[in-house]
Structures are given as C-alpha cells and as structure tokens.
C-alpha cells in the first residue's frame, strides 16, 4: 500500500488484522482508521476479521494430543535434533540420510526415498513409475 489518502489504494488484510489486535504502531494505525472512514469494502473486512476472532473464542479448548501422535512428534524431533548435533564429524548430508532411514518414526506416511514403498520391499520394474 502506498497512501491511505486515495480509497483506491487499500491497507492489507494482515494490517487491518494487526490494527483490530493493537499490534500497529500508533501513526500506521491512525492511518488505517482514517482509510476505514472512507472505505466500506475495507471496513467489512474488518468486520468479517473481528466476526471471525469472536466464533474462534466461542470454541471449546481443545483436548489433549492423543499419545500416538505425540509420540512421533517426539522421535521426528529428536531425529532432527540428531541431525543438528555432529557427534563423529560426518558431513550433513550422511548424518542426515541416516538419521532419516534409521530414526523411530511410524512408517504410516509413504516414504520419499522409495518412492511409496516400505524399504523392505523390493521394486519391480512394473511400478507406475518406471
């Protein structure tokens, strides 16, 4: 945006958001205060932002992660950490290929490296892919 002045040029969504949320510094704010007196497409969305924060506060809390989802998180960030910390001085890339292959992380979820299939099956030259 470059004025306010000129209704033509409108403020972003994500500044109207951070001016209903008090997070604009106090010039920029006033700025986007006197473009909503003379805006009302900008004003609605406004309006469509504060209707949106008030049914958000309306839900519930959610409940707790269920304990098998967090437990992968767990392995998928202490594979990473391992990634992060070179203990043998081996270079990125192979401490991160085998962190990848040998971490405890459920195979649930297609693999990358083979394409699809689990590394204990083999590949045939029948895949869609070849």
Do not use: F, K, N
């Amino acid at each position: 945006m470059t004025s306010t002045t000129d209704t033509a040029q409108h403020p972003e969504v994500s500044e109207i958001s951070d001016l209903t949320e008090g997070l604009l510094p106090a010039s920029r704010a006033d700025e986007i205060r006197d473009h909503l007196a003379e805006c009302e497409p900008c004003v609605e969305v406004r309006d469509s932002l504060e209707e949106i924060r008030r049914l958000l506060g309306t839900l519930p809390e959610p409940g707790p992660m269920p304990e098998d989802i967090a437990a992968r998180i767990d392995a998928a960030l202490a594979a990473e950490a391992r990634t992060d910390a070179p203990a043998d001085g081996a270079t990125d890339a192979s401490r991160a290929g085998a962190v990848s292959r040998d971490a405890d992380v459920s195979r649930e979820t297609e693999s990358t490296e083979t394409g699809g299939a689990s590394p204990s099956t083999p590949r045939t030259g029948s895949s869609p892919d070849r």
